[in-house]
């Protein structure tokens, strides 16, 4: 028997056999150093953004109204009061917190997969003092910022319609950039699986689409079989939701949702570092 | 010696075995050549120097600390000019560069002197504001030479730096690259190309299936193979030609 400090001892930088793990490839950082680099990366998302955020801000502005006007106000003449809100007004908190989970899915999914792939920007970057880790850490915080940004973006119309009746929904923002942090970890998870572009059609249409439709959002998941409202409890963007909608009636008992997404970003942000960083990296 | 490497193995996750016990040092202020053909493991080698991934097994230290334990402060004393040019398209060359120089922390204001003094040397400073897939493939290995040295490196590290490029751009590459290393800058590099081993480097290992087959000054190398020129060597010390 060898013990483990005597195995890693031994083993030297490239593992005993088969894939390197992520900390042989950041060559000796603490995670606090890769944690204050990951700025770098954030910003040269930022420079990037800038160039093209006009049109972008357009869209995000009007397709949430588009939801609302389209499935809400079509639904609403059928369904009464849901625990007391409008339809237009239960759904809205969900359609906010959306936001979050597609600005993370989209910048982790296609974007990552094409600086990777065909870019080659984190080649580049790591013939810097960056590594792996700080690289996709940016890229976390990259896109929990686009979820803060593009969910402010929403918030405006749907407050001036008058939807929210409270101003604690502001909270959801917070609620939502936890809701963006784990859609990039999935995206990220995703992506280091991807072999081909068209393989996120696999992503969005067998997770992300039914995460989105059984989420609670267009109606109370106590109208769902037991089974599967038991399925819901366990997915990240329920409680997102139901967080977003105690909040929008002013309601901060959003505790038990809140310690929920958070665990979740400790468990599922180390994962997608794992299993991307031997795709950054083949080694 | 600035880089130093004792019996270094790479094994990819593929099974293939690229490096196979390479040994070698490098002196600080020379120009070093790993001359080799295609899939000789060069890039492979490089890019372990580079702290891009560690060895399989061996040593290597590089400026005096190990890839494994130190590889963000050796990153920063290292310009890095990659074989395939992997300049950001979505950006500008000034933008290229800019952000560059942030990963490396240098200071707002140096950057921007540095910026001006780089596109300068490498006579793009008419392209400064163009998008980088709006500028030639010669042009854009100007902006990767550039980029690899903004952070005033100790050593340079080129991988097939003429690769692709036209004789202008690859004279303005030479003759930058001999001026960085009369300042003193360590110059290792990587090249099939026999002349560009010629001109530039005071040693030349040769590499041919993850090995150092031989190892001398380009004068050493003539004379103890009794030949005229450099691919004359070559055809002796490997057998086999290369292709261009
Ligand atoms: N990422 C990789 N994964 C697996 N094998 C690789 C990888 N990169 C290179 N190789 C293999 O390693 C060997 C050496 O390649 P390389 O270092 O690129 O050679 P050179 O730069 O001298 O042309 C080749 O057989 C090549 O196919
Ligand atoms: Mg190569």
Redesign the interface.
Known sequence: MISLRTYKKNR???GVE???STA??????SIW?DLY?SR?LW??QL??FR?TYKVGLVIRFFEPLLYLFAIGLGISTYVGKINGLTYIEFIAPGILITTAMWAATYETSFAIYTKIHY???Y?????????VRSIIIGEMAWAGTKAILNMTIVMIPLALMGLFHSPYIIVAIFVGFLVGLIYSAFGIIATSFIRAMDHYGIYSTFFIMPLFMFSGVFYPIENLPNVLAFFVYLTPLYHGVEAARLLSVGDLGIMLHVVYLLVMVVLLVPLALRRIS?RI??? | MVVSAKNLNKRYSSGTEAIRGISFDIKKGEIYGFLGPNGAGKSTLIKMISCYFPATSGELSVLGLDPNKKASKIKRCLGIMPQDNNLDPDLTVFENLYLYANYFSVPRKKRLERIDELLKLVGLEHKRNARVTQISGGQQRRVVLARSIINEPKILILDEPSAGLDPHSRQVVWSIVRDLNAKGCTVILTTHYMKEAEELCHRIAFVDAGKIVALDTPEGHLAANNATDLEDVYLKTMGSSLEE
């Open positions: 030297g930088a490239g088969g894939r390197i042989d490839l950041c060559g000796g950082n150093k680099d770098l910003m040269r420079t990037v160039k870019q080659r920007t080649e580049a970057i790591l013939a810097t003092p960056m590594n031997g990296v083949v080694a």
